[in-house]
């Protein structure tokens, strides 16, 4: 997509996606959350095994294939994925549109989404038909009366944990918690886990707690871009209760025959490999993790001295959530694009409220260290005036 095609939708109506598409075509892109660095470089001997696999790709069975790229997730994930069969597709919002399709099937009408959070989960939702009751991320993860009240208007919840674009990761007794009314009340849960890599959260299995859960169902997705740069290689993946097993089994069926093989090798390998050298402390950083820690205190010590302008939110994430004190989040990042930086403005996340996101802005930070040092220099250039940046 080119920048005219992208540009013949009036600015009001760009969803974060249009905005992605501009950043592919910019040389500093850290627009989209996907994972960006050269990976190769830091698995070298993984990647000539890779290499070597394209000339048998096809040879590869493909169920032996998929079972020990679910070993391997299991393993890192820190996940029991070997309960029900797990459905697997080439992206998460192809998982997210499978999940859409099964609410409607299941006649759910109403279903509480988190806000704020990537607005391609609303803009599939409401694709489907199904009517959005936002939940504010502060008061979903409260236990006052606020909360119950919002929760008895919906027949299903959709989470994000950790969120996207805030980073805000649940406890464990926050998110067993939900998980335990969620069965009590008959309401059906889907968390959507993404980020999950860059987190603790493999210090505790959801997958197995869900299952304990008495009359609990649920829908969890897992993904595998946002942490591994594989050139748009990637794996998403639907786990659920047995009884929602066989429509989405069905639903997926209908859509997709099977993940390559390939991406499922390759992934396996490098997932394995990242495990061996970075996952035997608890508290635990791969290396997309490493990656983001550094580009993160990069950002924040580069814009340390114009608090009075923009101020850097906390958080593990693989994203930045910037606040900006009394600039226009969507004229800023048009300003940005024009020298070359693509960035993404907050207000699509806020997709109840773009208002309450007019001043923010998300920076992904899972880039090559050395070519992120460029954007808290441009950022600063632009935030403090100076035009005439470049890249």
Same mark, same amino acid.
């Given at each position: 997509?080119?920048?005219?095609?992208?540009?013949?939708?009036?600015?009001?109506?760009?969803?974060?996606?249009?905005?992605?598409?501009?950043?592919?075509?910019?040389?500093?892109?850290v627009?989209?959350?996907?994972?960006?660095?050269?990976?190769?470089?830091?698995?070298?001997?993984?990647?000539?095994?890779?290499?070597?696999?394209?000339?048998q790709?096809?040879?590869?069975?493909?169920?032996?294939?998929?079972?020990?790229?679910?070993?391997?997730?299991?393993?890192?994930?820190?996940?029991?994925?070997?309960?029900?069969?797990?459905?697997?597709?080439?992206?998460?919002?192809?998982?997210?549109?499978?999940?859409?399709?099964?609410l409607?099937?299941?006649n759910?009408?109403? +279903? *509480? $989404?988190?806000?704020?959070?990537? !607005?391609?989960? /609303? &803009? #599939?939702f409401?694709?489907?038909?199904?009517? %959005?009751?936002?939940?504010?991320?502060?008061?979903?993860?409260?236990?006052?009366?606020?909360?119950?009240?919002?929760?008895?208007?919906?027949?299903?919840?959709?989470?994000?944990?950790?969120?996207?674009?805030?980073?805000?990761?649940?406890?464990?007794?926050?998110?067993?918690?939900?998980?335990?009314?969620?069965?009590?009340?008959?309401?059906?849960?889907?968390?959507?886990?993404?980020?999950?890599?860059?987190?603790?959260?493999?210090?505790?299995?959801?997958?197995?707690?869900?299952?304990?859960?008495?009359?609990?169902?649920?829908?969890?997705?897992?993904?595998?871009?946002?942490?591994?740069?594989?050139?748009?290689?990637? +794996? *998403? $993946?639907?786990?659920?209760?047995? !009884?929602?097993? /066989? &429509? #989405?089994?069905?639903?997926?069926?209908?859509? %997709?025959?099977?993940?390559?093989?390939f991406?499922?090798?390759?992934?396996?390998?490098?997932?394995?490999?990242?495990?061996?050298?970075?996952?035997?402390?608890?508290?635990?950083?791969?290396?997309?993790?490493?990656?983001?820690?550094?580009?993160?205190?990069?950002?924040?010590?580069?814009?340390?001295?114009?608090?009075?302008?923009?101020?850097?939110?906390?958080?593990?994430?693989?994203?930045?959530?910037?606040?900006?004190r009394?600039?226009?989040?969507?004229?800023?990042?048009?300003?940005?694009?024009?020298?070359?930086?693509?960035?993404?403005?907050?207000?699509?996340?806020?997709?109840?409220d773009?208002?309450?996101?007019?001043?923010?802005?998300?920076?992904?930070?899972?880039?090559?260290?050395?070519?992120?040092?460029?954007v808290?220099?441009?950022?600063?250039?632009?935030?403090?005036?100076?035009?005439?940046?470049?890249t």
């Amino acid at each position: 997509m080119s920048d005219d095609k992208v540009r013949s939708i009036p600015q009001e109506n760009w969803t974060l996606t249009d905005w992605e598409w501009l950043g592919l075509r910019k040389p500093m892109n850290v627009a989209d959350g996907h994972a960006h660095f050269d990976l190769a470089a830091r698995f070298p001997a993984e990647f000539a095994r890779i290499a070597q696999m394209t000339h048998q790709w096809e040879l590869l069975d493909q169920s032996t294939s998929e079972h020990k790229f679910l070993e391997a997730f299991s393993s890192i994930s820190g996940q029991s994925l070997a309960a029900v069969p797990a459905q697997l597709h080439y992206s998460s919002s192809v998982s997210i549109e499978m999940v859409a399709k099964m609410l409607r099937e299941l006649n759910v009408e109403r +279903v *509480g $989404l988190v806000t704020p959070t990537f !607005d391609n989960i /609303p &803009l #599939l939702f409401r694709r489907a038909g199904i009517t %959005l009751v936002p939940l504010q991320e502060q008061i979903l993860w409260s236990h006052g009366p606020i909360r119950r009240d919002l929760l008895q208007q919906c027949e299903a919840l959709f989470v994000v944990t950790p969120n996207n674009p805030s980073g805000f990761c649940p406890t464990e007794e926050q998110l067993g918690q939900l998980m335990i009314e969620c069965g009590q009340d008959g309401r059906l849960l889907v968390c959507d886990f993404s980020f999950r890599l860059y987190t603790s959260l493999h210090l505790w299995d959801q997958h197995a707690e869900a299952h304990r859960v008495p009359g609990l169902r649920f829908v969890f997705l897992e993904d595998t871009g946002k942490v591994y740069p594989m050139s748009e290689l990637k +794996v *998403g $993946l639907t786990c659920a209760s047995a !009884d929602l097993v /066989p &429509l #989405l089994t069905a639903l997926s069926n209908e859509l %997709l025959l099977n993940v390559s093989p390939f991406t499922l090798a390759a992934l396996t390998e490098v997932m394995s490999a990242d495990l061996t050298r970075h996952g035997s402390a608890p508290q635990r950083r791969l290396t997309a993790a490493r990656i983001a820690d550094h580009n993160r205190a990069t950002l924040t010590q580069g814009l340390t001295d114009l608090a009075e302008v923009v101020s850097v939110g906390e958080g593990g994430l693989s994203v930045a959530w910037l606040t900006l004190r009394d600039q226009d989040a969507s004229t800023l990042c048009e300003l940005w694009a024009s020298h070359g930086l693509a960035a993404l403005p907050g207000a699509p996340f806020h997709w109840d409220d773009p208002a309450a996101g007019a001043r923010c802005v998300r920076i992904a930070l899972a880039r090559e260290p050395d070519d992120f040092q460029q954007v808290p220099e441009l950022l600063r250039m632009t935030l403090t005036g100076a035009t005439d940046a470049t890249t």
